[in-house]
């Protein structure tokens, strides 16, 4: 199976997910990049950003057509994630791929964990 074939099923079964859980790809992503197709931590974190960007808008339009998305709230996340995601990225460049590979395992436990028990 060539390379290209096996990225598209993951993209496509990522992308079921996505749009199943609400959540752009990345949790499934940068962990099946990383570990399946050895690509480096931090090209991994830039591509699921470039793949959450298409996902996302597909999926939000599905979600709002279903009226289970508010734009107001929607447009105020916006205006602080670009910030903050600026920002962020700027700092990526800075740690580490193991540190960061160990910052995004405790934020997807942290995540996890906080989802069973809240």
Known sequence: MTENVKLIGTGFIVGIFSGLLGVGGGVFLVPIMVS?????????????????????????????FHGNADLGVSL????????????????MKKIPAAQLKRLFGILLVFVGLRMVFA
């Open 76 to 91: 105020n996340l916006i205006v602080g994630s670009v910030i903050g995601a600026s920002i962020g990225a700027r700092i």
């Open 36 to 64: 399946c197709f050895a690509i480096a931590q931090h090209t991994a974190h830039g591509t699921s950003l470039a793949v959450v960007i298409p996902t996302a808008i597909v999926s939000a339009i599905i979600y709002g």
